[in-house]
């Protein structure tokens, strides 16, 4: 790869870079990538060294960044299209992922990412709450970097209800985060980051979670943490909770908090802290409407995720589609009855467009390496075609690709400058994935069949 060069050429280029204006530039022009690394952006580039990529009849934007999936669950695709979150804990959490082995993990990490990459997305912040010993842990890592993608792998603190559980207290599973870091993360700079995914405040208590986050923050690492999507009367409210024990900072990225109060909202904003709304599974599973309209609101950034294939879609489009337009209901259902009905809607598509590359590098901690179409920045990016059937003729190219482009629209992804799907078609042996995630699939569902009874004590379903 070295001094190679691709030159982008020709497609209807849309930067993000707020230094181009509020929301970026859009024209039609040229992308060159060198080492991959974004070159040059600007109308007409001439590199006759450079590999060409025609681009005419394409939106050339920053690859689409999901900040919250649990990648692990793609064999499990559909389980739970019929459940709350009570019946996704029960199926998912408290019975399929006991029997998950380390080569399952590895295979759901790499055929996720193949699926996340197939719909436009660059990068993800994987929650991995299946890291069942150290073996589980080595598999999920390998699974995302063998795909190729941009990730941060979300080591998970979550106690999985094994019969013989590897880790026997807290200090073992923080002595293998650390083993990780040391062993896995030796230099800084790679297309996979660490970071640490939470055990659930209810499961777990206060005091579990401060050390949890303490041992990340020693680390450096970035934080993510499930919050406020169960209704507990009797229960202190988990973020203002967490705020009362200092816990709240720039390096948090909360997720739904459907349930949080205006208060709780606007003190993950004022301290820097990030949201990320996945409004499929919000919407089924009892969790409330989403928060990206008041956390906007009180100053936040919010961002989106894909968050269970074992449930609904890994198509970004779809959830900040779902995201935007519930928003815009729950604001127009105020003017319901008026004279004049509702005059101006609040949120914008671009805001949302915002909310999957910019906001999101920045809630990843990469802000200055991918999100934008910017010179010196890796080059994370994509191609939408904008001659399909549901993509023509062209008014405004943001508000195509929101509301009317889906992952078969995506022609082209490049992740640091390499090309990951060209041609609407990924360039990894699909032959391999199928057999791989087949296998896994069958091995959960006859694991699963021949004990049922692996609930935790106590545990009544639904």
Sequence with gaps: ???????????????????????????????????????????????????????????????????????????????????????????????????????????????????????GITAVWDFSHCVNSPAHADAALDG???????????????????????????EDRLADLQRVAATRFPVTGGLVTLGVATSDLPICGIERLAAEIRAARELGLPISVHSNTWEFPERDPEVALMDRHGLLGPDLLFVHSNLSSDEEIKRIADTGGWISSTPETEMQMSMGPSVIGRFSRLGGRPTFGCDIISNNSGDL?????????????????????????????????????????????????????????????????????????????????????LLHAHPGNVDSVFVAGRCLKRHGRLVADMARARRLIMESHEHVNAAIARDRSTLPPGYKAA
């Design 1 to 119: 790869m070295a001094d190679h060069k691709t030159l982008i050429k020709g497609g209807t280029v849309m930067t993000l870079d707020e230094r181009d204006g509020a929301f970026g530039s859009t024209f039609t022009g040229d992308v060159l990538i060198e080492n991959g690394r974004i070159a040059l952006v600007a109308a007409r580039i001439n590199a006759p060294d450079a590999e060409l990529v025609e681009a005419s009849d394409c939106l050339v934007m920053p690859g689409l960044i999901d900040t919250h999936r649990h990648v692990w669950q793609t064999a499990l695709r559909g389980v739970t299209h019929d459940e709350t979150l009570k019946g996704y804990m029960r199926e998912i959490r408290f019975l399929r992922a006991r029997v998950y082995r380390p080569e399952d993990i590895r295979t759901g990490n790499y055929v996720g990412m193949l699926e996340a990459i197939n719909a």
């Design 144 to 170: 995302l970097i063998d795909a190729g993608a941009r990730a941060v792998f979300g080591y998970g603190f979550n106690e999985v209800p094994l019969d013989v559980p590897p880790f026997k207290r807290f």
């Design 317 to 401: 489009l779809a959830q900040a589609r779902l995201g935007l337009q519930t928003e815009r209901m729950l604001e127009c259902a105020q003017s319901l009855g008026r004279k004049h009905g509702h005059e101006d809607l609040t949120l914008r598509t671009a805001d949302m467009l915002r909310a999957m590359t910019v906001n999101a590098a920045a809630a990843l901690g990469l802000a200055d390496r991918v999100g934008t179409l910017t010179k010196g920045k890796d080059a994370d990016l994509i191609l939408v075609r904008l001659d399909d059937i549901n993509t023509m003729p062209l008014h405004d190219a943001g508000a195509t690709l």
